[in-house]
DNA sequence: CATATGTCCTGAGAGC
DNA sequence: TGCTCTCAGGACATAT
């Protein structure tokens, strides 16, 4: 579920232990462990082993660590992954711990129930081809030029386009909904199907969902997982204007009430009132 | 037992 | 026909 807001919320929170240094690392107490791990734990504490943390930050939904040797750790909390500075929710599903010293924090951690995140250590040369090749510019600073022309002969109904990590990074299932609905646009609406007013919406959508998300610090849904780095719920999900509100009256026009179809596998909440189509042949069919 | 948030992979089918 | 684009489905692991 972390999404570029609550993939920010951890990076602010864990900001803090900028200038501390890495004692060790080790994957704790329990035998699971992240889908993918690189290098083998042996060889990433001895590389981690003794470096600063220069700076946290983030590309798309992925947190990034960068250490005085410019080693940069990678870690993509994917559906249930946290990085924390406090202790988990439960010890069972702590994946990493980094030692820390010199810094407020002693600790810094990745927990994930699931385990289907990723944490890797990567050195500088080897970002651009493991990262930045397959991620689109973040949403948070993408502009309509770069979503108009990455996207203006695609076929694909636009909120599957928005799922696509490398035409912008850091856009998931519930806010490319929230965000739809801030454009008014049917989120079926096939992206070749787009005018150029539409494309702006669609942008300035993006930023202002995401804002105000990343105030709110995320969206902690009913399963209760996500959580920032203190261990805090997220604010978002009381804002949700159409995500996971089946049925309810939409808050714009009052008279719409909220539909789930399912596009690309997910499901998508809209209004079809607010969200209307502009011509059928413009359109993706959902089923 | 179906469902949920993200990503990667494969294979089939659509369309230029 | 041939190439590219797109989507369906499965895999990953777990709790409601």
Redesign the pocket.
């Known amino acids: 579920?972390?999404?570029l807001p609550e993939v920010e919320t951890m990076r602010c929170g864990v900001l803090p232990v900028v200038g501390s240094r890495i004692t060790n690392a080790q994957r704790p107490e329990c035998r699971?462990r992240p889908?993918l791990f690189e290098p083998d734990i042996r060889t990433f504490d001895q590389r981690v082993r003794g470096q600063e943390i220069v700076d946290v930050g983030r590309r798309?939904?992925?947190v990034m660590i960068h250490l005085g040797n410019e080693d940069v750790i990678v870690i993509?909390p994917?559906?249930?992954g946290l990085v924390l500075l406090a202790d988990p929710p439960g010890l069972?599903?702590l994946r990493l711990r980094l030692t820390l010293t010199g810094g407020p924090s002693k600790q810094l951690l990745f927990w994930d129930?699931?385990?289907?995140g990723t944490v890797r250590l990567l050195a500088a040369d080897e970002l651009k081809l493991k990262v930045d090749s397959?991620l689109g510019p973040d949403a948070l600073s993408v502009t309509h030029h770069e979503l108009k022309n990455k996207l203006k002969?695609?076929?694909?109904?636009i909120k599957?386009?928005l799922?696509d990590?490398a035409v912008v990074a850091g856009?998931?299932?519930?806010?490319a909904a929230e965000i739809l609905f801030l454009s008014g646009i049917d989120p079926r609406t096939r992206?070749d199907g787009l005018t150029g007013p539409q494309w702006k919406r669609i942008q300035q959508a993006t930023h202002t969902v995401l804002q105000e998300a990343i105030q709110h610090e995320g969206s902690t849904?009913?399963?209760?997982?996500?959580r920032n780095a203190l261990n805090g719920e997220g604010g978002y999900q009381n804002y949700h204007r159409v995500?996971?509100r089946v049925d309810a009256s939409c808050i714009r026009c009052k008279k719409g009430r909220v539909r789930?179809i399912v596009?690309?596998?997910?499901?998508t909440f809209f209004c079809p009132k607010c969200q209307q189509r502009r011509g059928l042949h413009h359109t993706?069919r959902a089923?």
């Not at 002969?153 to 109904?157: F, H, I, K, V």
Request: with cysteine.
């Open positions: 579920m972390p999404e699971l889908i798309g939904k992925r993509e994917r559906m249930t069972e599903h129930r699931r385990g289907l397959k002969t695609s076929r694909r109904a599957v386009a799922l990590q856009i998931g299932n519930l806010y992206c849904l009913s399963d209760g997982t996500y995500y996971d789930r596009q690309a596998q997910r499901s993706v089923n």
